[in-house]
């Protein structure tokens, strides 16, 4: 009987018996029953020339051992395949003294025992454990009776059963496992944003701050050029006032008499005269452009004292090829003067200068 005609006498339709066979590639009946009970709930494809060979995963041929030999056997007993025993010759692949006496009804393995009772069982044997030496055996396997069968069939059905229980189990654990993967990933991936979106922030805070700091330092220097250009304006005009008055300019003295010194005498406003100060007070400022220069200078330095420092402060002028003049009396300098005292010159006790 075909493995075909076994399946249909089990009870299975037509149409899952065919679709069993090609899906194991008709590796047997025992695999041909696995699939019918692992798939028993699944419906039946439309077109069945169209379904191929499912190779069997290597965990489950890995697992594979003693107890599908029984689960075939038991089969193949169950069914009543074969009554009798098909040429000793055949059955006898590798053994060493078989019985020499009685009727053969059965082959024995001499590796590990077991009794088959074909040679196409004992072959399956050899196949799946490797054993090669086999004998002939007077030991008679009784055929089973057909509650016996029943029996037989219920349990190769339950171990089907708990086969395909271990395999739900096995298939929950690694698609948890894999989701447990897929969650770290995500996990991993969010933590990198956001790192990346903290050190973002950061980096916007720190140059915002660096912004407000650049913000604040040309504020300041605008303030200060502007309260300069003040003093600067005030000074000019104090001066200006005292040269119309006829009396020497005193830096840092209001232009604005107070009551107490317009109640005193003219003579006694001051008792030192400008050229007698021991330092001089020096605006200069540029004809290339830039904010004025300012310094004071001992009042015996030579006019060539203030060249070199005019020198130093800005690249556009040259030591030896500067000079000065001056607006208020308007006066220009010569080279000759380079030599001469701020005293001298009459820039003390202050002066503002135009250097070119």
């Not at 039946?44 to 041929?61: I, N, R």
């Not at 107890?67 to 009543?80: K, V």
């Not at 140059?207 to 300041?220: L, M, V």
């Not at 006019?303 to 690249?315: C, D, I, P, R, Y």
């Amino acid at each position: 009987m075909s493995d075909r005609e076994q399946l249909l006498s089990f009870g299975f339709p037509e149409d899952r018996v065919t679709w069993a066979l090609k899906s194991t590639g008709n590796r047997g009946l025992q695999a041909a029953l696995d699939f019918l009970v692992e798939n028993e709930d699944k419906p039946v494809p439309s077109d069945l020339g169209a379904v191929t060979e499912q190779k069997p995963p290597a965990s489950a041929a890995a697992g594979t051992g003693d107890a599908d030999d029984d689960d075939a056997a038991a089969l193949q007993a169950a069914l009543g395949m074969s009554m009798g025993i098909t040429g000793a010759a055949e059955g006898s692949t590798g053994g060493e003294g078989g019985s020499s006496g009685g009727n053969v009804q059965s082959i024995k393995c001499s590796i590990c025992g077991k009794i088959f009772r074909d040679t196409a069982l004992a072959n399956f044997h050899a196949e799946k454990s490797g054993h090669d030496q086999f004998e002939e055996s007077t030991e008679e396997i009784k055929p089973l009776t057909e509650e016996e069968k029943k029996e037989r069939l219920a349990e190769l059905r339950q171990r089907a059963l708990e086969k395909k229980a271990v395999k739900s189990v096995q298939e929950a654990e690694e698609a948890k496992a894999n989701e447990k993967i897929r969650r770290k990933a995500g996990q991993d991936r969010l933590e990198a944003v956001e790192q990346m979106k903290v050190k973002e922030l950061e980096r916007e805070a720190a140059k915002k701050r660096q912004e407000k700091i650049d913000d604040a330092k040309a504020k300041a220097a605008i303030k200060a050029q502007i309260e300069a250009d003040k003093r600067e304006r005030a000074e000019k005009a104090a001066r200006e006032k005292a040269l119309r008055e006829g009396r020497d300019y005193v830096p840092g003295q209001s232009s604005t008499p107070t009551p107490a010194a317009t109640s005193q005498p003219a003579a006694s406003a001051s008792t030192v005269k400008g050229s007698e100060y021991k330092d001089t007070r020096l605006q200069i400022r540029l004809s290339a452009g830039g904010a004025p220069l300012i310094t004071t200078l001992p009042s015996d330095s030579p006019l060539s004292a203030v060249a070199e420092f005019v020198a130093g402060q800005s690249l556009a002028y040259n030591v030896d090829t500067v000079s000065f003049t001056m607006q208020f009396p308007r006066k220009t300098f010569t080279q000759a003067d380079m030599k001469k005292s701020l005293r001298d010159l009459g820039l003390t006790p202050s002066a503002v200068l135009i250097a070119s």
